[in-house]
Protein backbone atom coordinates (compact mmCIF):
# COMPACT_ATOMS: atom_id res chain seq x y z
CA UNK A 1 0.00 0.00 0.00
CA UNK A 2 2.00 3.25 -1.35
CA UNK A 3 -1.13 5.03 0.21
CA UNK A 4 -2.77 5.68 3.48
CA UNK A 5 -6.36 4.58 3.74
CA UNK A 6 -8.58 7.12 5.29
CA UNK A 7 -10.94 6.11 7.84
CA UNK A 8 -14.29 7.64 8.99
CA UNK A 9 -15.41 7.40 12.07
CA UNK A 10 -18.74 8.72 12.78
CA UNK A 11 -19.76 9.95 16.14
CA UNK A 12 -23.09 11.40 17.20
CA UNK A 13 -24.00 10.89 20.59
CA UNK A 14 -22.76 11.09 23.87
CA UNK A 15 -22.23 6.64 23.53
CA UNK A 16 -20.62 6.66 20.52
CA UNK A 17 -17.48 9.27 21.87
CA UNK A 18 -16.12 6.17 24.11
CA UNK A 19 -16.08 3.74 21.50
CA UNK A 20 -15.00 5.65 18.67
CA UNK A 21 -12.22 7.10 20.93
CA UNK A 22 -10.06 2.99 21.59
CA UNK A 23 -10.00 2.89 17.69
CA UNK A 24 -8.71 6.36 17.02
CA UNK A 25 -5.92 5.11 19.28
CA UNK A 26 -5.29 2.11 17.13
CA UNK A 27 -5.19 3.32 13.86
CA UNK A 28 -2.97 6.00 15.15
CA UNK A 29 -0.63 3.23 16.02
CA UNK A 30 -0.83 2.05 12.40
CA UNK A 31 -0.39 5.72 11.00
CA UNK A 32 2.07 4.22 8.19
CA UNK A 33 -0.94 2.80 6.28
CA UNK A 34 -4.20 4.38 8.21
CA UNK A 35 -5.68 7.93 8.04
CA UNK A 36 -8.49 8.53 10.68
CA UNK A 37 -11.23 11.72 10.24
CA UNK A 38 -13.59 12.04 12.67
CA UNK A 39 -17.30 13.07 11.63
CA UNK A 40 -19.15 14.75 14.77
CA UNK A 41 -22.69 15.36 13.55
CA UNK A 42 -23.73 16.62 16.61
CA UNK A 43 -26.72 14.81 17.51
CA UNK A 44 -25.67 15.36 20.99
CA UNK A 45 -24.38 18.75 21.28
CA UNK A 46 -24.71 20.11 25.22
CA UNK A 47 -21.08 20.05 26.60
CA UNK A 48 -21.69 17.86 28.99
CA UNK A 49 -22.98 15.34 26.63
CA UNK A 50 -20.45 15.82 23.98
CA UNK A 51 -17.68 18.29 24.28
CA UNK A 52 -16.15 16.86 27.64
CA UNK A 53 -16.16 13.61 26.36
CA UNK A 54 -13.28 15.05 23.82
CA UNK A 55 -11.61 16.66 26.43
CA UNK A 56 -11.86 13.25 28.76
CA UNK A 57 -11.00 10.83 26.08
CA UNK A 58 -7.60 12.88 24.89
CA UNK A 59 -8.83 13.00 21.38
CA UNK A 60 -8.70 15.52 19.17
CA UNK A 61 -11.17 18.04 17.69
CA UNK A 62 -13.41 16.20 15.08
CA UNK A 63 -11.99 17.31 11.65
CA UNK A 64 -16.06 17.40 11.24
CA UNK A 65 -18.66 18.70 12.91
CA UNK A 66 -22.22 18.87 11.06
CA UNK A 67 -23.95 20.76 13.68
CA UNK A 68 -27.28 19.04 13.03
CA UNK A 69 -29.58 19.45 16.52
CA UNK A 70 -32.35 17.88 17.72
CA UNK A 71 -35.89 17.20 15.94
CA UNK A 72 -38.02 14.35 15.48
CA UNK A 73 -36.29 10.78 14.36
CA UNK A 74 -37.13 11.93 10.73
CA UNK A 75 -35.69 15.46 10.74
CA UNK A 76 -32.71 14.54 12.39
CA UNK A 77 -31.86 11.99 10.57
CA UNK A 78 -32.05 13.81 7.13
CA UNK A 79 -30.24 16.46 7.92
CA UNK A 80 -27.35 14.21 9.32
CA UNK A 81 -28.23 12.33 5.40
CA UNK A 82 -27.70 15.76 3.83
CA UNK A 83 -24.40 17.03 5.56
CA UNK A 84 -23.03 13.98 5.59
CA UNK A 85 -22.85 13.26 2.07
CA UNK A 86 -21.35 16.48 1.38
CA UNK A 87 -18.41 15.40 3.51
CA UNK A 88 -18.61 11.87 1.97
CA UNK A 89 -18.43 13.36 -1.41
CA UNK A 90 -15.20 15.88 -0.53
CA UNK A 91 -13.63 13.60 1.26
CA UNK A 92 -14.24 10.10 -0.63
CA UNK A 93 -12.67 7.86 2.43
CA UNK A 94 -11.81 4.51 1.63
CA UNK A 95 -13.81 2.67 5.00
CA UNK A 96 -16.46 4.09 6.79
CA UNK A 97 -17.06 3.19 10.89
CA UNK A 98 -20.51 3.57 12.57
CA UNK A 99 -20.74 2.37 16.14
CA UNK A 100 -23.69 1.97 18.20
CA UNK A 101 -27.15 2.51 17.26
CA UNK A 102 -28.25 5.89 17.33
CA UNK A 103 -29.75 8.13 14.25
CA UNK A 104 -26.02 9.05 13.53
CA UNK A 105 -25.43 5.04 12.80
CA UNK A 106 -28.49 4.79 10.57
CA UNK A 107 -28.34 7.70 8.55
CA UNK A 108 -24.39 7.85 7.86
CA UNK A 109 -24.71 3.95 7.04
CA UNK A 110 -27.77 4.90 4.28
CA UNK A 111 -25.50 7.24 2.41
CA UNK A 112 -22.64 5.30 2.19
CA UNK A 113 -23.93 3.05 1.05
CA UNK A 114 -25.89 4.91 -2.12
CA UNK A 115 -23.13 7.42 -2.82
CA UNK A 116 -21.09 7.05 -6.13
CA UNK A 117 -17.19 8.14 -6.23
CA UNK A 118 -17.39 10.13 -9.32
CA UNK A 119 -13.62 10.87 -8.97
CA UNK A 120 -11.57 7.67 -7.24
CA UNK A 121 -8.19 9.32 -7.35
CA UNK A 122 -8.42 9.69 -3.21
CA UNK A 123 -9.55 6.53 -2.60
CA UNK A 124 -6.71 3.33 -2.19
CA UNK A 125 -8.27 0.00 -1.55
CA UNK A 126 -9.95 -2.01 -4.61
CA UNK A 127 -13.20 -2.34 -3.15
CA UNK A 128 -13.98 1.46 -3.25
CA UNK A 129 -12.71 1.41 -7.18
CA UNK A 130 -14.63 -1.53 -8.02
CA UNK A 131 -18.12 -0.28 -5.71
CA UNK A 132 -17.31 3.65 -5.99
CA UNK A 133 -17.99 3.78 -2.13
CA UNK A 134 -16.75 3.26 1.09
CA UNK A 135 -16.50 0.17 2.56
CA UNK A 136 -18.79 -0.06 5.62
CA UNK A 137 -18.43 -1.19 8.46
CA UNK A 138 -20.61 -1.67 12.03
CA UNK A 139 -18.89 -1.95 15.51
CA UNK A 140 -21.56 -3.10 18.36
CA UNK A 141 -23.61 -4.92 15.30
CA UNK A 142 -25.78 -7.79 15.91
CA UNK A 143 -27.62 -6.13 18.90
CA UNK A 144 -31.36 -6.99 19.49
CA UNK A 145 -34.20 -6.36 21.72
CA UNK A 146 -36.74 -7.37 19.26
CA UNK A 147 -38.87 -4.88 20.04
CA UNK A 148 -39.33 -2.55 17.22
CA UNK A 149 -40.96 -0.07 18.73
CA UNK A 150 -37.56 1.27 19.78
CA UNK A 151 -36.19 3.23 17.50
CA UNK A 152 -32.74 2.49 17.98
CA UNK A 153 -34.10 -1.59 16.87
CA UNK A 154 -34.64 -0.04 13.67
CA UNK A 155 -31.35 1.79 13.72
CA UNK A 156 -29.61 -1.64 14.11
CA UNK A 157 -31.26 -3.71 11.64
CA UNK A 158 -30.93 -1.35 9.03
CA UNK A 159 -27.39 -0.60 9.95
CA UNK A 160 -26.33 -4.09 9.55
CA UNK A 161 -28.18 -5.13 6.96
CA UNK A 162 -26.25 -2.23 4.71
CA UNK A 163 -22.62 -2.96 6.20
CA UNK A 164 -20.19 -4.81 4.43
CA UNK A 165 -17.80 -6.24 7.87
CA UNK A 166 -19.54 -6.53 11.06
CA UNK A 167 -17.92 -6.22 14.28
CA UNK A 168 -19.66 -7.92 17.21
CA UNK A 169 -19.63 -8.09 21.30
CA UNK A 170 -20.84 -11.40 22.02
CA UNK A 171 -22.26 -14.75 20.16
CA UNK A 172 -25.81 -13.88 20.63
CA UNK A 173 -25.14 -10.80 18.30
CA UNK A 174 -23.29 -13.10 15.87
CA UNK A 175 -26.25 -15.39 16.22
CA UNK A 176 -28.58 -12.58 15.53
CA UNK A 177 -27.03 -11.46 12.01
CA UNK A 178 -26.45 -14.74 10.76
CA UNK A 179 -30.78 -15.70 11.32
CA UNK A 180 -31.09 -12.66 9.29
CA UNK A 181 -29.33 -14.06 6.42
CA UNK A 182 -25.68 -12.67 6.97
CA UNK A 183 -23.02 -14.06 5.49
CA UNK A 184 -21.08 -15.52 8.50
CA UNK A 185 -17.98 -14.17 6.45
CA UNK A 186 -19.11 -10.92 7.03
CA UNK A 187 -18.85 -11.35 11.03
CA UNK A 188 -15.51 -11.13 13.60
CA UNK A 189 -16.94 -10.95 17.14
CA UNK A 190 -13.89 -9.10 18.91
CA UNK A 191 -15.22 -7.98 22.28
CA UNK A 192 -16.51 -4.91 23.45
CA UNK A 193 -15.10 -1.50 22.33
CA UNK A 194 -16.55 0.38 25.62
CA UNK A 195 -14.52 -1.64 27.65
CA UNK A 196 -11.17 -0.87 25.86
CA UNK A 197 -12.06 3.20 27.11
CA UNK A 198 -13.04 2.31 30.72
CA UNK A 199 -9.38 0.32 31.12
CA UNK A 200 -7.75 3.24 29.30
CA UNK A 201 -9.17 5.93 31.37
CA UNK A 202 -8.59 3.97 34.75
CA UNK A 203 -6.14 5.75 36.59
CA UNK A 204 -7.85 9.18 35.54
CA UNK A 205 -11.18 7.78 37.22
CA UNK A 206 -9.98 6.93 40.53
CA UNK A 207 -8.11 10.29 40.50
CA UNK A 208 -11.45 12.58 39.61
CA UNK A 209 -12.58 13.95 42.73
CA UNK A 210 -16.49 14.33 41.79
CA UNK A 211 -17.60 12.07 44.52
CA UNK A 212 -15.65 14.74 47.13
CA UNK A 213 -17.40 17.39 45.43
CA UNK A 214 -20.42 16.26 45.38
CA UNK A 215 -20.47 15.10 49.44
CA UNK A 216 -20.66 11.03 48.32
CA UNK A 217 -17.29 10.20 50.83
CA UNK A 218 -17.86 7.21 53.08
CA UNK A 219 -21.35 7.69 51.46
CA UNK A 220 -23.52 4.38 50.54
CA UNK A 221 -25.31 5.41 47.33
CA UNK A 222 -26.97 4.06 44.36
CA UNK A 223 -26.64 5.66 40.96
CA UNK A 224 -29.64 6.33 38.63
CA UNK A 225 -29.81 7.41 34.81
CA UNK A 226 -32.98 7.35 32.32
CA UNK A 227 -34.09 9.16 29.52
CA UNK A 228 -35.95 6.47 27.25
CA UNK A 229 -39.10 8.14 25.96
CA UNK A 230 -40.93 5.22 27.38
CA UNK A 231 -39.95 5.67 30.75
CA UNK A 232 -39.96 9.73 30.60
CA UNK A 233 -42.51 10.89 28.32
CA UNK A 234 -45.77 9.54 29.89
CA UNK A 235 -46.34 11.76 32.36
CA UNK A 236 -48.02 8.50 34.10
CA UNK A 237 -44.76 6.54 33.78
CA UNK A 238 -42.56 9.68 35.21
CA UNK A 239 -44.58 9.83 38.00
CA UNK A 240 -44.95 6.49 39.23
CA UNK A 241 -41.17 6.01 38.67
CA UNK A 242 -40.30 9.24 40.78
CA UNK A 243 -42.88 8.02 43.51
CA UNK A 244 -40.57 4.59 43.53
CA UNK A 245 -37.10 6.61 43.87
CA UNK A 246 -38.21 8.31 46.42
CA UNK A 247 -39.00 5.23 48.77
CA UNK A 248 -35.90 3.59 48.14
CA UNK A 249 -34.47 7.20 49.15
CA UNK A 250 -35.48 6.32 52.49
CA UNK A 251 -33.34 3.21 52.78
CA UNK A 252 -30.07 4.57 50.64
CA UNK A 253 -29.15 7.95 48.71
CA UNK A 254 -29.77 7.88 45.29
CA UNK A 255 -27.25 10.20 42.70
CA UNK A 256 -29.69 11.32 39.50
CA UNK A 257 -27.22 12.97 36.71
CA UNK A 258 -30.45 13.90 34.62
CA UNK A 259 -30.55 13.36 30.94
CA UNK A 260 -31.63 17.02 29.14
CA UNK A 261 -34.70 14.92 27.86
CA UNK A 262 -35.70 13.64 31.20
CA UNK A 263 -35.04 17.16 32.91
CA UNK A 264 -37.45 18.91 30.10
CA UNK A 265 -40.50 16.56 31.11
CA UNK A 266 -39.49 16.46 35.38
CA UNK A 267 -40.11 20.63 34.93
CA UNK A 268 -42.71 20.34 32.51
CA UNK A 269 -44.78 18.55 34.66
CA UNK A 270 -44.01 19.72 37.89
CA UNK A 271 -42.46 17.04 39.15
CA UNK A 272 -38.60 18.19 39.72
CA UNK A 273 -39.76 20.23 43.17
CA UNK A 274 -40.45 17.10 45.35
CA UNK A 275 -37.07 15.70 44.05
CA UNK A 276 -35.04 18.73 44.69
CA UNK A 277 -37.00 18.83 48.12
CA UNK A 278 -35.97 15.43 48.78
CA UNK A 279 -32.42 15.23 50.30
CA UNK A 280 -31.81 11.69 50.22
CA UNK A 281 -32.05 12.10 46.38
CA UNK A 282 -29.07 14.01 44.82
CA UNK A 283 -30.52 15.80 41.27
CA UNK A 284 -27.03 16.99 38.89
CA UNK A 285 -26.08 18.01 35.47
CA UNK A 286 -24.85 15.40 33.43
CA UNK A 287 -21.84 14.35 33.84
CA UNK A 288 -18.72 14.26 31.94
CA UNK A 289 -17.17 10.28 31.28
CA UNK A 290 -14.85 10.55 33.88
CA UNK A 291 -16.79 12.15 36.49
CA UNK A 292 -19.75 9.22 35.86
CA UNK A 293 -17.55 6.62 35.54
CA UNK A 294 -16.09 7.97 39.40
CA UNK A 295 -19.55 7.41 40.82
CA UNK A 296 -20.55 4.48 38.95
CA UNK A 297 -17.06 3.23 40.59
CA UNK A 298 -18.22 3.84 44.08
CA UNK A 299 -21.72 2.95 43.84
CA UNK A 300 -23.67 -0.07 45.83
CA UNK A 301 -25.68 -0.17 42.36
CA UNK A 302 -27.67 1.56 39.29
CA UNK A 303 -30.78 2.02 37.98
CA UNK A 304 -31.17 2.39 34.65
CA UNK A 305 -32.76 2.38 31.18
CA UNK A 306 -29.42 2.93 29.39
CA UNK A 307 -27.72 0.21 27.20
CA UNK A 308 -24.17 1.06 27.29
CA UNK A 309 -24.38 0.79 31.41
CA UNK A 310 -25.74 -2.83 31.41
CA UNK A 311 -22.36 -3.14 29.59
CA UNK A 312 -19.99 -1.36 32.22
CA UNK A 313 -21.84 -2.60 35.21
CA UNK A 314 -21.48 -6.37 34.00
CA UNK A 315 -17.42 -5.61 33.26
CA UNK A 316 -17.24 -3.90 37.18
CA UNK A 317 -19.25 -6.55 38.85
CA UNK A 318 -21.71 -3.77 39.79
CA UNK A 319 -25.73 -4.57 40.64
CA UNK A 320 -27.82 -3.34 37.50
CA UNK A 321 -30.91 -2.74 37.57
CA UNK A 322 -32.76 -2.16 33.84
CA UNK A 323 -35.96 -0.54 33.59
CA UNK A 324 -37.29 -2.08 30.81
CA UNK A 325 -38.97 -4.90 29.17
CA UNK A 326 -36.30 -6.01 27.17
CA UNK A 327 -32.74 -5.49 26.42
CA UNK A 328 -30.24 -6.04 23.05
CA UNK A 329 -27.70 -7.26 25.69
CA UNK A 330 -28.90 -10.49 27.54
CA UNK A 331 -25.26 -11.69 27.75
CA UNK A 332 -25.43 -9.11 30.47
CA UNK A 333 -28.73 -11.04 32.07
CA UNK A 334 -27.47 -14.42 31.44
CA UNK A 335 -23.64 -13.75 32.26
CA UNK A 336 -23.49 -10.13 34.20
CA UNK A 337 -24.86 -8.48 37.06
CA UNK A 338 -27.66 -7.13 35.63
CA UNK A 339 -31.60 -7.65 35.61
CA UNK A 340 -34.62 -6.26 34.02
CA UNK A 341 -37.31 -5.02 36.06
CA UNK A 342 -40.10 -3.04 36.30
CA UNK A 343 -41.64 -0.62 38.93
CA UNK A 344 -43.44 -3.41 40.99
CA UNK A 345 -40.47 -5.52 42.15
CA UNK A 346 -37.64 -2.60 41.87
CA UNK A 347 -37.64 -2.06 45.70
CA UNK A 348 -37.83 -5.58 46.42
CA UNK A 349 -35.00 -5.81 43.70
CA UNK A 350 -32.67 -2.70 45.78
CA UNK A 351 -33.62 -4.56 49.12
CA UNK A 352 -31.61 -7.86 47.73
CA UNK A 353 -28.41 -6.15 46.67
CA UNK A 354 -28.70 -3.89 50.00
CA UNK A 355 -28.75 -7.43 51.86
CA UNK A 356 -25.96 -8.88 49.77
CA UNK A 357 -28.48 -11.45 47.80
CA UNK A 358 -27.64 -10.21 44.16
CA UNK A 359 -26.16 -12.93 41.97
CA UNK A 360 -22.35 -12.84 40.94
CA UNK A 361 -21.91 -12.30 37.37
CA UNK A 362 -18.39 -12.94 35.34
CA UNK A 363 -16.84 -10.71 32.44
CA UNK A 364 -17.84 -11.98 28.68
CA UNK A 365 -14.73 -13.17 26.32
CA UNK A 366 -12.57 -10.57 24.84
CA UNK A 367 -14.07 -7.66 26.97
CA UNK A 368 -10.33 -7.41 27.76
CA UNK A 369 -9.63 -3.74 26.67
CA UNK A 370 -7.95 -4.90 23.60
CA UNK A 371 -10.81 -4.52 21.04
CA UNK A 372 -10.27 -1.92 19.41
CA UNK A 373 -6.73 -3.64 18.40
CA UNK A 374 -8.72 -6.83 17.18
CA UNK A 375 -10.77 -4.60 15.06
CA UNK A 376 -7.78 -2.81 13.65
CA UNK A 377 -5.97 -6.45 12.48
CA UNK A 378 -8.64 -7.69 11.06
CA UNK A 379 -9.54 -4.14 9.03
CA UNK A 380 -5.55 -4.13 7.82
CA UNK A 381 -6.55 -8.08 6.76
CA UNK A 382 -9.26 -7.52 4.79
CA UNK A 383 -7.49 -4.48 2.98
CA UNK A 384 -4.33 -6.69 2.02
CA UNK A 385 -6.52 -9.37 0.80
CA UNK A 386 -9.11 -7.33 -1.64
Partial sequence: MNEKIRIFLVAGARPNFMKIAPLFRAIQMNSDSLYPIIIHTG????????????????????????????????????????????VLLEEQPDILIVVGDVNSTLACSIVASKIEYLNNNKCHIPFVTRNKRPLIVHVEAGLRSFDRTMPEEINRIVTDSLSDILFTTSDDADDNLINEGISQEKIYCVGNVMIDTLETMKS??????????????????????????????????????????????????????????????????SLSIPLKSNNRIKLIEPLSYKEFMKLLFESKFVITDSGGLQEETTYLGIPCL????????????????????????????????????????????????KTAHRIVSILLGQITTM
Fill in 43 to 86: QHYDFNMSDSFFIDLKMPKPDYFLGVGSGTHAQQTARIMIEFEK
Fill in 204 to 269: DIHQCTITTQIGLVNVDYGVVTLHRPSNVDSLENLRDIMQVLSAISNKINLVFPIHPRTRKQLEKN
Fill in 322 to 369: TLRPNTERPITITQGTNELVDLSDMEEKVNLIMEGNWKNGSVPENWDG
